[in-house]
């Protein structure tokens, strides 16, 4: 019998499991807020899970133990963890482009999420894919603010539609208080003024002349051009430094006050993070190749340019799979 529950585990655990990687990773970085946290987490209930696998007794189905194990790893580690946000969720108002910079690395910054990592690329259609709007930077921004056993009750009930039952049953406490964290959630994220991203978009043709006049803007360093593409209350953010920006006077002052970059010197490749479109902008060194900069997530909207998370961290270039540089190129 025992050698029989070894074959299960070796032979069936990663047929059964493997499909749900993707939205296990989905779900991880919902709850942390950080991608790399999110892969160590995945690896951490997959472990779990096939240590456990002999005893799946099949009451549920293999994706809602896979994500009660994940929902706990989550819980486990967020006990000893600080939550992940935004320049603009520190509490300070908005900066002046003239103040000085302050960086502050120490703070665990909130991350963003390959699209191609969560399966919200449509690559692959038979897979179980994460709905843009449930990865959105401004919803796990939100979900930054909420403890965390609310964090998954939110998750799990909005996101991953779980019936209240379920959802008390692995928190191990009553229908009653699962109903009471909800709305407390809610309440929270409404109050906050933080809540699920639901902007209408420019459509397809606007967006993709909007973007290609946003490339060729930042390229050229068109400042006054950059200042037209943005909307009226549009927030420019980018950490680790603390200091956000809103309107597009402001945002084109500090590029071009603070941008080392002139005209040439920058140039950016298209990405898509959170079910966003995004850029890695590289800038032209000394010999003449082009270094990752800092990495822009955008939200756009009918009126231009909403928001801008740009993340000035190299390491997030090779998670979005973008070159770890870019070749000189010859002189005009």
């Not at 929902?71 to 603009?88: E, I, K, M």
Request: proline share 8%; with cysteine; aromatic share 8%.
């Amino acid at each position: 019998m025992a050698e029989k529950a070894a074959n299960l585990v070796s032979e069936d655990f990663p047929r059964l499991a493997d499909p749900f990687r993707r939205e296990l990773l989905a779900h991880c970085y919902r709850m942390l807020g950080s991608v790399h946290d999110a892969e160590d987490l995945v690896q951490e209930t997959y472990l779990r899970a096939w240590r456990a696998f002999d005893s799946f007794e099949g009451r549920s189905s293999i994706r809602t133990w896979l994500h009660r194990i994940a929902t706990n790893t989550c819980l486990d580690a967020l006990a000893s963890r600080s939550r992940r946000p935004l320049p603009t969720g520190l509490g300070a108002p908005s900066a002046e482009p003239r103040e000085e910079l302050v960086e502050q690395r120490e703070v665990p910054w909130l991350e963003p999420v390959p699209d191609a990592l969560v399966g919200a690329d449509g690559a692959d259609p038979a897979a179980v894919v994460t709905g843009r709007e449930s990865i959105r930077l401004a919803f796990i921004a939100a979900l930054q603010h909420l403890p965390p056993r609310q964090r998954a009750v939110l998750l799990l009930r909005d996101v991953l539609r779980w019936r209240a039952a379920e959802v008390a049953e692995l928190l191990d406490t009553t229908v009653a208080s699962v109903n009471s964290a909800l709305q407390r959630a809610r309440g929270h994220l409404r109050h906050a003024a933080l809540v699920e991203d639901t902007v209408v978009e420019p459509t397809g043709k606007e967006q993709r002349e909007l973007l290609d006049r946003y490339v060729a803007a930042f390229e050229t360093k068109d400042v006054a051009e950059i200042v037209k593409l943005f909307s009226q209350e549009a927030i420019w953010e980018m950490p680790p430094f603390t200091g956000w920006y809103q309107g597009p006077a402001a945002i084109g002052e500090l590029i071009d006050t603070r941008c080392p970059g002139g005209p040439g010197d920058m140039l950016l490749v298209p990405t898509a993070m959170n079910g966003q479109p995004a850029f890695g902008l590289y800038m032209r060194g000394e010999d003449g190749a082009y270094w990752p900069f800092h990495l822009q997530v955008l939200t756009l909207t009918g009126a231009g340019v909403a928001h801008v998370a740009a993340f000035f961290e190299p390491k997030l270039f090779a998670t979005a799979g973008l070159p770890e540089f870019l070749p000189a190129r010859p002189a005009d």
